[in-house]
């Protein structure tokens, strides 16, 4: 089902970026069904095999994800052996996730899955450069005119 070109969601931007994230993602999310990765857990190994070791709260901000949501994807991936927690060392109350070798072996291998599906789904899209600079445009710009999350502030 498709909204009608004249209706609010087929011209409301967040609502299009979402639709072409799942169209494009669909196939991916397949693959981690048949891995057993949630998509939140998906999201924090992926930030984790790049930046290696964060704090809970950079780890949420990083997987663009609540931190309870973070919380609990990290608990299952330390019962599976693919992260650690450790608490930190000037505030007790703080904790670190890293990733494990297991966690970096898997990730890997969804990450070259992902970029295949990706390709794939992308192959007769030409070239999209100018939409990813775009889109980083437009992600600087509205960063800094909106509040961020959990901003109680605003």
């Known amino acids: 089902m498709k909204p009608a070109e004249t209706s609010f969601l087929a011209n409301y931007l967040p609502y299009l970026l979402r639709q072409a994230d799942q169209t494009l993602s669909a196939p991916f999310y397949a693959v981690l069904t048949k891995h057993e990765v949630a998509r939140s857990e998906?999201?924090?190994l992926a930030v984790l095999e790049e930046?290696?070791?964060?704090?809970?709260?950079?780890?949420?901000?990083?997987?663009?994800?609540?931190?309870?949501?973070?919380?609990?994807?990290?608990?299952?991936?330390?019962?599976r052996g693919l992260v650690t927690r450790t608490q930190g060392t000037e505030?007790?109350?703080?904790?670190?996730?890293?990733?494990?070798?297991?966690?970096?072996?898997?990730?890997?291998?969804?990450?070259?899955?992902?970029?295949?599906?990706?390709?794939d789904a992308l192959?007769?899209?030409?070239?999209?450069?100018?939409?990813?600079?775009?889109?980083?445009?437009?992600?600087?710009?509205v960063s800094t005119r909106v509040p961020q999350r959990g901003d109680v502030s605003a």
Request: cysteine-free.
């Open 51 to 79: 930046f290696e070791e964060l704090s809970v709260i950079e780890l949420a901000d990083a997987s663009l994800s609540p931190q309870p949501t973070v919380t609990h994807a990290v608990r299952r991936l330390e019962g």
């Open 123 to 141: 192959a007769n899209a030409g070239d999209l450069s100018a939409l990813v600079a775009q889109l980083e445009i437009l992600t600087t710009s």
């Open 91 to 119: 505030d007790r109350r703080q904790r670190f996730v890293s990733i494990t070798a297991a966690g970096i072996k898997l990730t890997r291998a969804l990450a070259r899955e992902a970029k295949t599906l990706e390709a």
């Open 42 to 44: 998906w999201r924090v």
